[in-house]
């Protein structure tokens, strides 16, 4: 496990990224985590006195990386961007998350669909079943695992079903 001080930092303009709160990780200290990884990969450890756990680092180029911090994180540490926080972390391998079992039912009404959807990185699969997961009404999640279905009859990536939402919306 590593430990090292960082400040949060804030995104401005940067595409999908803007208003991201983070955490910087420079290719010295992501290569004692990680070494020689350019990839997004999961860690677990502490920041401030916050256990985290599964939380995916974000690849940024030169061997750079981000971690970004929800709300929900940012609210249990008290600190927003320009504050000063103590991480420990280390690679937390074997990582998984289950695919619940209503959004494995849909897709396997169409075996094509589940198939398509175990075929996708396990990264992606992952974005997926957080946004799942994340509804607050069964409402919410019915309405979630239809989106999901049709994402993957249609061959959409999580992003492009995501955007397509936002235009729907406007």
């Not at 256990?51 to 690849?59: C, F, V």
């Not at 669909?113 to 396990?122: G, N, S, T």
């Not at 069964?138 to 061959?155: F, G, H, Y």
Request: proline share 4%; net charge neutral.
């Amino acid at each position: 496990m590593i430990t090292f001080k960082a400040e949060i930092e804030k995104f401005g303009d940067m595409g999908e990224k803007s208003g991201w709160s983070y955490i910087f990780i420079p290719q010295a200290l992501a290569d004692q985590i990680k070494p020689g990884c350019r990839q997004s990969f999961r860690i677990r450890g502490r920041i401030d006195q916050v256990e985290i756990s599964g939380m995916a680092t974000t690849p940024m180029g030169a061997g750079d990386f981000i971690l970004a911090l929800k709300a929900s994180l940012r609210k249990q540490l008290r600190k927003e961007a320009g504050a000063s926080v103590e991480v420990a972390v280390e690679e937390h391998k074997g990582f998984q998350i289950e695919i619940p079992e209503d959004l494995e039912l849909c897709l396997s009404d169409e075996p094509q669909l589940l198939e398509r959807f175990m075929d996708l990185p396990k990264s992606h699969r992952n974005w997926y079943v957080n946004w799942l997961n994340s509804a607050k009404t069964e409402s919410t999640r019915t309405k979630r695992l239809v989106r999901i279905v049709s994402a993957m009859d249609r061959n959409l990536s999580f992003g492009e079903m995501m955007r397509e939402g936002k235009e729907q919306r406007n």
